[in-house]
Nanobody, 126 residues
């Protein structure tokens, strides 16, 4: 069983920064591509970023490119999302997710990720 636990969310002013963490437990299925998504009420879950297991392939949504950085520490089974220059429109619940199919491509649809965390709220005030 894979468990993903996000942390690091909170309230920040526009222009500020936050770093989200996603701790994975479950051994083999933690050594896979991981993604970050976000969701606001009434809207579909939106792709934010993806990183393959070795960190060589990284993908970002256009809306966060240049401001957010995804990374991972495989010795700690943890994936990070560093968010800088935050905007009010970044306000959402942020979820990490695991894609256990050992794919390296640019995969942005939520249905392609089999395991999800409970989410962490990020609120950016103007």
């Amino acid at each position: 069983q894979v468990q993903l636990v996000e942390s690091g969310g909170g309230l920040v002013q526009a222009g500020g920064s936050l770093r989200l963490s996603c701790a994975c437990s479950g051994r083999t299925f933690c050594s896979v591509a991981m993604g970050w998504f976000r969701q606001v009420p009434g809207k579909e879950r939106e792709f934010v970023a993806r990183i393959t297991w070795g960190g060589r392939n990284i993908y970002y949504a256009d809306s966060v490119k240049g401001r957010f950085t995804i990374s991972r520490d495989n010795t700690k089974n943890t994936v990070y999302l560093q968010m800088n220059s935050l905007k009010p429109e970044d306000t959402a619940v942020y979820y990490c997710a695991a894609d256990p199919k050992f794919r390296i491509g640019d995969i942005r649809t939520a249905v392609d990720y089999d395991f999800w965390g409970q989410g962490t709220q990020v609120t950016v005030s103007s």
